[in-house]
């Protein structure tokens, strides 16, 4: 129903729909899509800003010698997991189980291993790209189940956007072979399109699969009616575990008391057979129970994913003492919903990509960005008429401008502050990865507030060419202070460092791009006084007319 009291037909009640849906959290969405879409590689962004693991460069003997160090390390533990080196990382990852230790995360033990020596590498305090995959869901300073919430609702608000959108577009798809640049509104409307529809798909698979993951919050109604509000028993269950145990693994664990030593079998055999059998992909890591003892029991791992649901390739189980080939326990098989489950969740989290997906979700991920970005800048030039009409700009404009600015290149300056908190302050430093996450805040605010003192264009244009030049500098500043410079990363084949300097490269220059754009529009705007209201360049005909197809 419009404003007058007269009503309305679909196409116009699902733009209103789409507008405010996207309008009123949008600010919240791009961030969420921003740190999301940087989530697809938490891992290159973890081993970029652990400096001390670069010089940790894997060779033929990697396997070796980490079991060696983890017979050292931990010859009494219960369970060693040893996660070689790969694509995603450069040192090796192990960590250990004590016998009686706590369940969970709580009762392990990890410690990063020299891949070329088998030395203990020391890194710095960090969350790394953690911070960043936890903020795309949780937020930050708040109690996790309120960040959950709040996440929860705009990724609803995300989704009727979707939906709305495409009803409102009846030309969609038409439309995403057409873009008329310089055209002002009608230019910003076809990026937007264009982007939408590009990767919708993605949009709409991402936005549902991250609704399905926050579902057991959002919707408890079902959990708690079949299991009497017994959730810990639905998660085992879904994970496949029994409920109330560790299932496999609770059987598997442990070490007998009174064992008598047994020294474990080469591992490079085993590894020789795993490589046989895996060729392509090879062992990502190695699972050792009771190491030490007669029943010991060593497990190979293949690297990556054949399956979306499951998220693991296949497993080689031998005698840890003699080294002969055992018979693996056969598997629970799935349910369908656990495989609908595990699908929905393998493809919302990117598990199973080998790194060609895993490149295409991050791009299809910064499609969406964009995408949303545009909208909330359309919302702002599809109201310049309003403004020349009025000849000021209402507040309500103007903070919806100040807020543009602060959540997407303040967004971005304060990622990359991130990056340069985390090269320039002191290692030693107490609490140095709280520190990081406040300098990533403060910045954010200071772009906040600059875009609040600055003029509209002028705030664009400085925050953009900040971001631009910061994320320029950090394969200097990575080279600067002890990382692996970026031809030598590329030599080495260490892409996990590579990969976060090009692609902070590739950042630069599309921040650079877009702010030579705005100069030069700045520049033509300046010699028609006439057409530029706020600052910015809307031919008025075409403006008009766009207005009117929206």
Same mark, same amino acid.
């Given at each position: 129903?419009?404003?007058?009291?007269?009503?309305?037909?679909?196409?116009?009640?699902?733009?209103?729909?789409?507008?405010?849906?996207?309008?009123?959290?949008?600010?919240?969405?791009?961030?969420?899509?921003?740190?999301?879409?940087?989530?697809?590689?938490?891992?290159?962004?973890?081993?970029?800003?652990?400096?001390?693991?670069?010089?940790?460069?894997? %060779?033929?003997?990697?396997?070796?010698?980490?079991?060696?160090?983890?017979?050292?390390?931990?010859?009494?533990?219960?369970?060693?997991?040893?996660?070689?080196?790969?694509?995603?990382?450069?040192?090796?990852?192990?960590?250990?189980?004590?016998?009686?230790?706590?369940?969970?995360?709580?009762?392990?033990?990890?410690?990063?291993?020299?891949?070329?020596?088998?030395?203990?590498?020391?890194?710095?305090?960090?969350?790394?790209?953690?911070?960043?995959?936890?903020?795309?869901?949780?937020?930050?300073?708040?109690?996790?189940?309120?960040?959950?919430?709040?996440?929860?609702?705009?990724?609803?608000?995300?989704?009727?956007?979707?939906?709305?959108?495409?009803?409102?577009?009846?030309?969609?798809?038409?439309?995403?072979?057409?873009?008329?640049?310089?055209?002002?509104?009608?230019?910003?409307?076809?990026?937007?399109?264009?982007?939408?529809?590009?990767?919708?798909?993605?949009?709409?698979?991402?936005?549902?699969?991250?609704?399905?993951?926050?579902?057991?919050?959002?919707?408890?109604?079902?959990?708690?009616?079949?299991?009497? %509000?017994?959730? @810990?028993?639905?998660?085992?269950?879904?994970?496949?575990?029994?409920?109330?145990?560790?299932?496999?693994?609770?059987?598997?664990?442990?070490?007998?008391?009174?064992?008598?030593?047994?020294?474990?079998?080469?591992?490079?055999?085993? &590894?020789?057979?795993?490589?046989?059998?895996?060729?392509?992909?090879?062992?990502?890591?190695?699972?050792?129970?009771?190491?030490?003892?007669?029943?010991? /029991?060593?497990?190979?791992?293949?690297?990556?994913?054949?399956?979306?649901?499951?998220?693991?390739?296949?497993?080689?189980?031998?005698?840890?003492?003699?080294?002969?080939?055992?018979?693996?326990?056969?598997?629970?098989?799935?349910?369908?919903? @656990?495989?609908?489950?595990? /699908?929905?969740?393998?493809?919302?989290?990117?598990?199973?990509?080998?790194?060609?997906?895993?490149?295409?979700?991050?791009?299809?991920?910064?499609?969406?960005?964009?995408m949303a970005g545009s909208g909330l800048v359309l919302w702002v030039v599809k109201r310049l008429p309003e403004r020349r009409k009025l000849g000021r700009t209402p507040r309500g404009h103007r903070s919806v401008e100040v807020l543009n600015i602060g959540a997407i290149s303040g967004l971005s300056i304060a990622t990359a502050t991130y990056f340069f908190a985390n090269r320039l302050l002191p290692v030693a430093i107490a609490q140095r990865a709280d520190l990081e996450i406040r300098c990533f805040f403060v910045a954010w605010g200071l772009c906040l507030l600059h875009a609040l003192l600055r003029p509209h264009r002028r705030a664009w244009l400085e925050q953009l060419w900040l971001a631009a030049l910061a994320f320029a500098a950090l394969p200097l500043l990575n080279a600067a202070t002890g990382g692996t410079p970026l031809p030598a990363a &590329?030599?080495?084949?260490?892409?996990?460092?590579?990969?976060?300097?090009?692609?902070?490269?590739?950042?630069?220059?599309?921040?650079?791009?877009?702010?030579?754009?705005?100069?030069?529009?700045?520049?033509?705007?300046?010699?028609?006084?006439?057409?530029? %209201?706020?600052?910015?360049?809307?031919?008025?005909?075409?403006?008009?007319?766009?207005?009117?197809?929206?």
């Amino acid at each position: 129903m419009r404003p007058d009291g007269k009503p309305e037909g679909l196409r116009q009640s699902m733009s209103w729909l789409h507008t405010w849906c996207g309008l009123l959290l949008g600010w919240l969405l791009y961030a969420v899509f921003f740190t999301g879409t940087l989530s697809f590689f938490v891992d290159e962004i973890t081993d970029w800003m652990r400096p001390e693991l670069h010089r940790s460069v894997p %060779g033929p003997q990697t396997a070796e010698l980490a079991v060696a160090a983890m017979q050292k390390i931990a010859p009494d533990a219960a369970t060693w997991t040893i996660n070689l080196p790969g694509e995603r990382q450069t040192a090796v990852e192990a960590s250990w189980r004590a016998p009686g230790a706590a369940a969970g995360r709580a009762g392990t033990q990890r410690v990063q291993l020299d891949a070329g020596t088998g030395e203990v590498l020391t890194p710095r305090e960090t969350r790394g790209g953690n911070f960043l995959y936890r903020f795309h869901f949780e937020l930050y300073a708040m109690p996790r189940i309120w960040g959950r919430w709040i996440v929860g609702i705009a990724t609803m608000f995300m989704f009727v956007a979707i939906i709305s959108g495409v009803i409102t577009h009846k030309k969609i798809f038409a439309e995403f072979f057409t873009f008329r640049p310089r055209k002002g509104q009608r230019s910003w409307l076809d990026a937007h399109n264009a982007t939408a529809v590009l990767a919708l798909p993605f949009h709409i698979v991402i936005t549902f699969s991250g609704l399905l993951l926050l579902m057991s919050m959002l919707m408890p109604w079902g959990i708690d009616a079949v299991y009497n %509000g017994d959730a @810990q028993k639905y998660f085992a269950e879904s994970r496949g575990r029994a409920a109330g145990g560790g299932g496999e693994r609770e059987a598997r664990g442990g070490r007998p008391q009174a064992a008598e030593p047994a020294p474990l079998t080469a591992i490079a055999p085993l &590894m020789q057979a795993a490589q046989a059998r895996w060729p392509e992909r090879g062992v990502g890591s190695i699972v050792v129970q009771r190491p030490g003892t007669p029943g010991s /029991t060593i497990e190979l791992r293949e690297q990556g994913a054949h399956s979306v649901a499951r998220g693991a390739g296949e497993k080689l189980l031998f005698d840890g003492a003699t080294g002969a080939p055992r018979t693996p326990p056969e598997a629970r098989a799935p349910s369908a919903a @656990q495989m609908v489950s595990g /699908t929905v969740m393998g493809i919302h989290l990117g598990r199973f990509a080998d790194p060609a997906v895993r490149w295409l979700l991050f791009l299809s991920g910064v499609v969406g960005t964009v995408m949303a970005g545009s909208g909330l800048v359309l919302w702002v030039v599809k109201r310049l008429p309003e403004r020349r009409k009025l000849g000021r700009t209402p507040r309500g404009h103007r903070s919806v401008e100040v807020l543009n600015i602060g959540a997407i290149s303040g967004l971005s300056i304060a990622t990359a502050t991130y990056f340069f908190a985390n090269r320039l302050l002191p290692v030693a430093i107490a609490q140095r990865a709280d520190l990081e996450i406040r300098c990533f805040f403060v910045a954010w605010g200071l772009c906040l507030l600059h875009a609040l003192l600055r003029p509209h264009r002028r705030a664009w244009l400085e925050q953009l060419w900040l971001a631009a030049l910061a994320f320029a500098a950090l394969p200097l500043l990575n080279a600067a202070t002890g990382g692996t410079p970026l031809p030598a990363a &590329m030599l080495h084949g260490q892409w996990s460092v590579a990969g976060f300097d090009l692609v902070a490269l590739a950042f630069a220059a599309l921040h650079g791009f877009a702010a030579w754009k705005l100069g030069k529009s700045a520049a033509l705007a300046a010699t028609r006084p006439a057409a530029s %209201g706020a600052g910015l360049r809307v031919p008025r005909p075409v403006a008009q007319s766009a207005e009117k197809q929206a």
